[in-house]
């Protein structure tokens, strides 16, 4: 039963089918949905809205929190449905949309979209969609495993719908802290001061006569498919792991260093996994979504508390979300606002890490774009992180595609981080501190400590080039992409893996 | 004479000669300095410094607020004395040492070098050397017409060096707000919540032993060299008022805007301007530079606050200095961490501009390297205010060097200012709104209403080809310079000016 969820009688008589309430959806209509890093989307009125659109076609604006799951970013991209999409994405199927033209993509910052929504420059939110575990007396919305841009979402819609997910343990609510920043001018500090601050409510407190639909489901969140640790991963972590103890020999660090926060993917979860047998403690994690390694931290006894704005596991911990009440009391959930906003990150002083896409001899850092043009999954909330942390560290293995890319070339084709943001970059080879040090001096220590052997000389051998035409910056603008081309070309950035076939095309 | 600017009789002695003074700075230390855009550095010591120099090498590392006047930045650099310099400078001379790789400059965002002071990442400071205009009783130090990383100077060195300035007049006592955040991880929040907040102290706070030196000087900040308002800038000035009039009634703003933000220079300056015989008042400044157009819109009844870091002025307005009491209670000068915090940039909700040196078809700017390679001054706090402002404005002529360059090309050659930061730019030729729109959307508004009409065709037909080859950013990674090198080339962007001589090179 999922009355007891209701908790004011008079909305049940608001329980509607998805169908029904995907009817609210006008074409031309901003929706905004909740669902961050795949973690508590809507579930049932999109894929009704997906349905609906096949006799009755129908294109919104739609902005989440982040990613969703349950392939609903593929099903409503190829359903005509989304016409405009932000702040992130991370679907195979709509990425190609995005990256044929067919669906207007605006890749934001995470901490920023509520902001434009709020001040009327994007918008306004015609309906919100929201996934709840439960709604209270006056109409407050409990959210499930994920906050997002969900409370704002509901406070600014002109109607809601609630998805009532009867498959998520009532054991959630408590969990979230909901805050929204004071308006402007008279805006206040938000009073975060430590990753436990509890600033808000544990609900969305919503006008209930704008609770137009409420939809009921158990439709459980996709899994997390996070690759399991590998030598590469491993020597990343201990690379890192060994730079942080050197930091806290120095005297910059203790041995609870400062509060993590780790991009999504198999590469930062295995390093917040190589945590577990360092000699570091009472460890504190200030992030956006928290995956199984949070949890894995928990019960080695490393971690003290966690504050995000989703839990994002994979099949092996899903019972996690069945033992909620062993992790709740050190959890905090918040909207991606707070999770990621620059004030709290640049007081608390995080140690952020995320993962680059590409980085150049500079330590410029492309998070998007492959070869400069087509989207990947988005700027997500790296930007947020990176410019604002203590420490903003950068991973990745040195090369992808067998060794026909090199992960480290001499100008990233799109910037997402610019050298002013990037602290340290991390490979399985090494890393490279470029803390205080010109450009000049950080490519000769990139190349010696992040770069794959096999690229190295093509490396040296470019910066020695630039070098000669002088700068702050080196460049041989003109050869600035070479790898790249090669890539395109033969199939490697690296002479000796091209393919024979291709190197013919070129030849001819 | 200049003791009753030293309140405590003990400190008397401590007067010396600026040569001696600069024997307390040694080879390979690192030498904080007081200085903002030409206001309120040290003027005599470093000048003694670099005349020690020639008969006994010195070499240091150079930490200022921002730039210096008084030619200090050639004179230490072309001496030897600087090794290396961070966070900004802006002198001719010292970037050719940069651009030639005898100098390593660290280019930094304003708002971050001394939190990397702070937290032992760079640093430490060996000697601190801050003009005054006045000490106090307890040894407390008065800064001038800036006050830039000033007081974490003063702070963490190991020995402070007084440029106590006789020729500033004693009334700026009073107009500082000295103000530093708590330490990690117990830090609080900003308590600035309006461009009127006061937070601080009215000096900087200083231990009275540290205080090794005191030398007298009455040398005058150099002035600002801004060129009058022009059409173009004029025309800029235009297009920016009257979209902030329609935002105004549209409704997400009113009349008194939002706090304003103004980088330096001549651009920003006559935008400045333009709000003078604007139909908006009660204006407000939360910016890093107080300029020329600061005190005219004081005077034309328009500005009722303005908060920075320094005041620096043009010949013909350095009589403000002079009637200082006319102005003071509507002013703060700020340490440089608070003026560019993204806390309270972001609690604020600015309106901030900025000048762009070149910016892309996708609203990337690139605002410190030319061609990519060589160092104009630095990204100063461009990236602090840009990221987390309001709306975020950059402002630059369609054309440079009599239209041989476009300041709008496909692919920027250096990344300062990402697609996600940059709302609007801004040419005499209109304004381009990015907000809320895909990279694909755009570069046809960019090339409509911002690049010169001389330069359409070429950035019409690239964006055409990128086209082609599909993604979310269309690009033809070949061609992604073609407009450089053809500068590089030929002396010109455009074919139809490009210099028959160097044609002649290329095509022998």
Redesign the interface.
């Known amino acids: 039963m999922y009355l007891d969820r209701i908790k004011n009688p008079s909305l049940w008589a608001k329980v509607v089918s998805a169908e029904s309430a995907a009817q609210l959806i006008k074409d031309g209509m901003t929706v905004g949905m909740s669902g961050f890093t795949r973690a508590g989307e809507a579930k049932a009125v999109p894929m009704a809205l997906a349905e609906r659109a096949r006799h009755d076609p129908v294109g919104i604006t739609l902005i989440t929190g982040a990613s969703l799951g349950n392939d609903l970013d593929r099903t409503l991209g190829e359903a005509g449905v989304i016409k405009?999409r932000?702040p992130f994405q991370a679907d195979p199927g709509l990425r190609k949309l995005?990256?044929?033209?067919k669906v207007?993509?605006?890749?934001?910052?995470l901490s920023?979209t509520v902001?434009?929504l709020r001040?009327?420059?994007?918008g306004p939110i015609d309906v919100a969609i929201v996934e709840a575990v439960a709604i209270k007396e006056n109409g407050e919305i409990v959210p499930t495993t994920s906050v997002g841009n969900s409370a704002t979402f509901a406070l600014l819609a002109n109607k809601i719908i609630v998805e009532l997910n009867i498959g998520h343990s009532a054991s959630l609510e408590g969990l979230h802290d909901i805050y929204i920043?004071t308006r402007?001018?008279?805006?206040?500090?938000?009073?975060v001061?430590?990753p436990q601050s509890r600033a808000g409510l544990p609900f969305i407190p919503v006008d209930i006569s704008r609770i137009a639909a409420i939809v009921i489901t158990d439709r459980p969140d996709s899994c997390a498919s996070v690759s399991d640790p590998d030598e590469g991963t491993a020597a990343i972590a201990g690379h890192l792991t060994e730079f942080l103890g050197y930091e806290v020999n120095?005297?910059?660090l203790g041995l609870s260093l400062?509060p993590l926060q780790a991009g999504i993917g198999s590469i930062a979860n295995a390093v917040m996994h190589g945590f577990i047998d360092s000699r570091f403690n009472n460890l504190s994690m200030y992030s956006e979504v928290l995956q199984d390694s949070t949890f894995d931290l928990f019960d080695s006894g490393k971690l003290t508390f966690a504050s995000g704005s989703s839990i994002t596991l994979s099949q092996a911990k899903m019972d996690v979300l069945k033992n909620l009440e062993r992790y709740k009391s050190r959890l905090i959930l918040r909207p991606q606002e707070i999770s990621n906003?620059?004030?709290v990150i640049?007081?608390?002083?995080l140690i952020a890490i995320n993962t680059a896409l590409e980085a150049d001899l500079y330590g410029?850092v492309n998070s998007t774009?492959v070869?400069?043009?087509?989207?990947m999954n988005g700027?997500g909330g790296s930007?947020d992180f990176a410019?604002?942390a203590?420490?903003s560290v950068f991973v990745t293995k040195s090369m992808a595609k067998d060794g026909r890319i090199s992960s480290i070339v001499p100008?990233v084709?799109?910037?997402?981080?610019?050298?002013?943001d990037v602290?340290l970059i991390v490979t399985e080879h090494g890393l490279a501190d470029l803390?205080?040090?010109?450009p000049?001096?950080r490519a000769p220590l990139i190349i010696e400590n992040c770069v794959d052997p096999s690229y190295r000389a093509l490396l040296s051998d470019y910066f020695k080039d630039?070098?000669k035409?002088?700068?702050?910056?080196?460049?041989v603008?003109?050869k600035?992409?070479f790898m790249?081309?090669a890539y395109?070309d033969s199939g490697s950035m690296l002479p000796q893996l091209a393919k024979p076939k291709a190197k013919a095309a070129v030849a001819a």
Do not use: W
């Not at 084709?413 to 002013?420: F, K, L, P, S, Y």
């Not at 803390?435 to 010109?438: D, K, P, Q, Y």
């Not at 035409?469 to 460049?475: M, N």
């Open positions: 405009r932000m995005i990256n044929d033209g207007m993509f605006v890749d934001q910052h920023e902001e434009m001040s009327g420059q994007i920043p402007r001018p008279y805006r206040e500090p938000i009073p001061t430590s120095k005297g910059r400062a906003h620059p004030e640049r007081r608390l002083g410029n774009h070869s400069g043009t087509h989207m700027v930007g410019r604002n203590y420490l100008m084709t799109h910037v997402d981080h610019c050298e002013h602290d803390r205080g040090l010109a000049r001096e630039a070098l035409l002088g700068g702050q910056t080196p460049h603008l003109d600035a992409f790249h081309a395109r």
